[in-house]
């Protein structure tokens, strides 16, 4: 990860803006109690801590990324825009609150177009939702199978996205669609290029991602 941002991190948010759809809306709905221990697994340059912290003020926020890199510019920007935030550098597939030195679970996990780039995504979901607080939700927006996309459109992307180690959860997408509808929170992008859903903990404890 650090060789792929290393530069990449000084013009990500600018570039990822045209093609990461659907995160705005997802962060702007969260459903934040006060004083919500939020955590974004993968926070990259901490644009999304931000925004939540504009949106919610009094929120405890969290950060984990694989990139020590990305973490470096994250800081930065974090302390530019006068955010506190606890970042650490940690692999999703091992997340829990004591790596951040918590006891408490928590409230909102949030993962923005991060599970496409999660070798073990399966295990990264068990372990956020092991790290909820029963009444917390967990929320994600990424890739989805991009099948309603002209092959023209797909097959090109595809390719371009794999030049990140970005890879759509097919089979994250197909086990959703079966779990959870509309009414559940779960939206589709038009081409199926994308997927949002925002569920709460009680709803995951049997899913058998």
Known sequence: MD????RQRHIYDFTRKYYLFGRDRLIDGLDLKPQ????????????????IANNRPDARLF???????????????????????????????DLSPSLFGESEPFDVILFSY????????KRAL????????????????????????????????RAWLGLFHVAPREELLAALERDF???????LLPGRYAFALSCKA????????
């Open 3 to 6: 060789r792929i941002y290393r």
């Open 36 to 51: 919500a221990r939020v955590l974004e697994v993968g926070c990259g340059t901490a644009r999304n801590l931000i925004r």
């Open 63 to 93: 950060g984990l990324d694989a990139s020590a890199q990305m973490l470096v510019t994250a800081e930065r920007v974090l302390a530019g825009a006068g955010v506190t935030a606890k970042l650490i550098q940690a692999y999703a597939e």
């Open 114 to 121: 991060s599970l496409s780039m999660i070798p073990d995504w």
């Open 126 to 157: 068990r372990a956020s939702i092991g790290a909820l607080a029963r009444d917390g939700s967990l929320n994600i927006v990424d890739f989805g199978d991009l099948k309603g996309l002209s092959p023209l459109v797909e097959f090109p992307l």
């Open 181 to 187: 509808g509309a009414e559940d929170g779960l939206v």
């Open 202 to 209: 009680e709803k995951l404890q049997s899913k058998s991602f």
